[in-house]
């Protein structure tokens, strides 16, 4: 699942399904928080390059073992072999969880890649202590285990001593503990010749240390003094006002025209991937074209030099219909009409386009006042959206995953089969329920049962649960059916039914009943009518 992120600086602090968190963040603070997302995201790329290298490397060592074993009479080569082994299939392990989406957090990132460090140092502790000898070959194997954390990381030095001390920690200990179970090592430090060659080896590995964390530490500050003064093409970044899954939204100004704009920037990992480059620029193309007043505009899109893409909106002043129904819960059915046929007309123009939202929820449908004191709604975060054109999926789409928010998919999108323009019909029929309702149609205990309900369970009514209008109840409910061809075949359709409910006379309606109101058994049955024998 994918978040979503408003555009608009008066956006209330909400948090989406995905985690999402839209902040509001200023001067050191924001600078901080937003270069160590940046730097998390392009340390992931990194690391999936250098980690499968360093396998390979790891495997192809093998070589020192047959020599060490074979030329040099030490140890057995069943018990390196063996070693290595395990660890190899440990770092692929690790590996494999970094190809994963979403990709892991800081703190799990770190623990992996502090578990392959570790696993590298011990087991050329392990290989040693078969060897019998302190004065090991693979005491070099440290220092160049540290000079590849070097190239992954670049952290600040409190961080990196913990990273490449731990490691370096846990060889020594291993190699100098063995000396208490085997006579080998414990006479190995008694010789004067190994415990000279231990000892340079020692300060080799120390200034190794040193030079990796003092390096990665100047590394570190300069690409944070570099980030805190960079732009995006003519965009000087200001705030940021949201992050997500696919990327961070952030307040920039225009030099040029003197203008402040949103600037939408994808996140390194996504925008890396097979592909990406070509279909970023045709997707963000097609989102240009969109010229209805209720789609958020596109103003401009780029690449930087360093590889980041990005893309200019308008920004925007208001809040997302999710925050207003927090307040109000749910919305005057006219209003709520107004609002889901001004959606409606916007879809229906990506449609046109071969562009499908996917991703259709009060998060990303935007109230922005006027100076005239009008209110008008607007459709953001085409972030994952599909175009029915390209075979292959879109590039700011988590792979691999179901695409979308489980409150108001629709169950082909739930089951992960081909959607269409029915699919955001189903959406917005979803959003209009809660609009009127002041609740989703199914409220379920987690994603997967949510999901579920969607493909299995029938909505309840609207009129069930507030007063809501005959003809409007209709077009809500023929929204949600679960077949697509039984719903409205356009937004198009869905815009014009709702046009004519606006414009049909009010009428009087009966009030709706309470939906949680307790019955009293007894008197239930005494109001039942009598049934004919």
Known sequence: MVPSTSVGRGARNERTPADAVPERLLGPDAVASAFEAHVHAEDVVRVRKILAYSIAGWVSSAALDFITVYMLGQGRLSVPLGIRAVAALAFLAVLLRLHVEPAPRPP?????????????????????????????????????????????????????????????????????????????????????????AFLQNTIMIAMTGVFVVTGGHVVHQMRRQAFSQ?????????????????????????????????????????????????????????LVELKHPCTVRILDHGVTNDGLRYFAMELLEGETIDARLSGEQKLEPRRAAEIARDVARALDEAHLRG???????????????????????????????KDRGDAEASTLTAHGQIIGTPTYMAPEQARGTEVDART?????????????????????????????AHVWDAPPKPSWIADVPPELETIVLRCLRKAPAERFATAGALADALEAFLRAPLAARPAAREPDAPIDAAQQTLDAPLSRP
Not at 130 to 157: D, K, M, N, R
Not at 250 to 257: D, F, S, Y
Not at 432 to 452: D, H, I, N, V
Request: aromatic share 8%.
């Open 108 to 196: 799990l990132f770190r623990a992996l890649n502090l578990l392959v460090l570790v696993g590298t140092c011990a087991s050329l502790a392990l290989i040693a202590v078969e060897q019998g000898t302190i004065a090991t070959v693979y005491t070099h194997g440290v220092s160049v285990t540290l000079v590849a954390y070097g190239l992954a990381f670049q952290e600040p030095w409190r961080r990196g001593i913990w990273l490449a001390g731990l490691p370096v920690a846990t060889f020594f200990a291993i190699l100098l503990g063995a000396a208490l179970f085997s006579p080998r090592i414990h006479a190995d430090l008694a010789t004067t010749a190994s415990l000279g």
């Open 230 to 286: 960079r732009g995006l093409g003519r965009y000087e970044l200001r705030e940021r006002i949201a992050r997500g899954g696919m990327g961070e939204i952030w307040r920039a100004h225009h030099a040029g025209l003197d203008r402040e704009v949103a600037v939408k920037i994808v996140r390194p990992d996504r925008a890396s991937q097979p592909g990406a480059s070509a279909r970023f620029t045709r997707e963000v193309r097609a």
């Open 355 to 385: 562009i499908i939202h996917r991703d259709v929820t009060p998060k990303n449908l935007f109230l922005v006042k006027l100076a005239t004191g009008e209110e008008i709604v607007k459709v953001l975060d085409f972030g994952i959206a």
């Open 424 to 452: 955001d019909v189903y959406a917005l029929g979803a959003v209009l329920f809660r609009m009127l309702c002041g609740r989703p149609p199914f409220e379920k205990g987690s994603q997967a049962e949510t999901l579920q």
